[in-house]
């Protein structure tokens, strides 16, 4: 009897620390910024260009190249994911733009390309970086956790998307 009592409290506290440990990774990290910006006409147009853009091209932007979309069924997988967010934030009027709704919807598109390949999934956390700076966002997104490799901006949490030489000054985007 003692040793099913044993074997009980044993079994609630792995189940309590196991339900602890997903509670904790299961939450965003770092925390997503509280920010609101204004969605502006200007910041719209980078983002249509943006969206327009011919995605998962091969390029040597620093701090990595990219040799482009493993296929064209992740390139197309891919692209979707990334225009869906900016397709999020383009739905919405001009005014302001909350940065944990923008976060949310680029936690979506990571989750919808989790299972591509490495660099495929890497460069489309970075056209959802670059969408996070056109909107003019300085906090973390909360869906990535980058290394100290990548550049960051002086008051920017997220790392330079690939090509960007500043915060304000991105790479040339467009079709």
């Given at each position: 009897?003692?040793?099913?009592?044993?074997?009980?409290?044993l079994?609630?506290?792995g189940?309590?620390?196991?339900g602890m440990?997903?509670?904790?990774?299961?939450?965003?990290?770092?925390?997503?910024?509280?920010?609101?910006?204004?969605?502006?006409?200007e910041?719209?147009?980078?983002?249509?260009?943006l969206r327009?853009?011919?995605k998962?091209?091969?390029?040597h932007?620093?701090p990595?190249?990219?040799?482009?979309?493993?296929?064209?069924?992740?390139?197309?997988?891919?692209?979707?994911?990334?225009?869906?967010?900016?397709?999020?934030?383009?739905?919405?009027?001009?005014?302001?733009?909350?940065?944990?709704?923008?976060?949310?919807?680029?936690?979506?598109a990571?989750?919808?390309?989790s299972?591509?390949a490495?660099?495929?999934?890497?460069?489309?956390?970075?056209?959802?970086?670059?969408?996070?700076?056109?909107?003019?966002?300085k906090?973390?997104?909360?869906?990535?956790v980058?290394?100290?490799?990548?550049?960051?901006?002086?008051?920017?949490?997220?790392?330079l998307?690939p090509g960007w030489?500043?915060?304000?000054?991105?790479?040339?985007?467009?079709?």
């Amino acid at each position: 009897m003692k040793f099913l009592l044993y074997v009980g409290a044993l079994a609630v506290c792995g189940l309590a620390f196991a339900g602890m440990l997903y509670w904790k990774y299961a939450q965003p990290f770092p925390e997503p910024s509280n920010e609101v910006v204004q969605l502006t006409p200007e910041k719209r147009t980078v983002l249509e260009r943006l969206r327009a853009e011919n995605k998962f091209q091969p390029h040597h932007f620093p701090p990595l190249g990219y040799t482009g979309a493993e296929t064209p069924e992740d390139r197309m997988k891919a692209t979707d994911a990334v225009n869906g967010v900016i397709d999020a934030v383009l739905a919405q009027p001009d005014g302001p733009v909350q940065a944990r709704e923008v976060s949310r919807h680029i936690g979506k598109a990571v989750s919808r390309v989790s299972w591509l390949a490495t660099e495929d999934r890497d460069r489309t956390g970075g056209y959802l970086i670059e969408v996070w700076y056109i909107l003019g966002f300085k906090g973390a997104t909360g869906q990535f956790v980058s290394g100290t490799a990548y550049s960051r901006a002086d008051g920017y949490s997220e790392p330079l998307p690939p090509g960007w030489t500043t915060a304000n000054q991105p790479r040339p985007i467009g079709p």
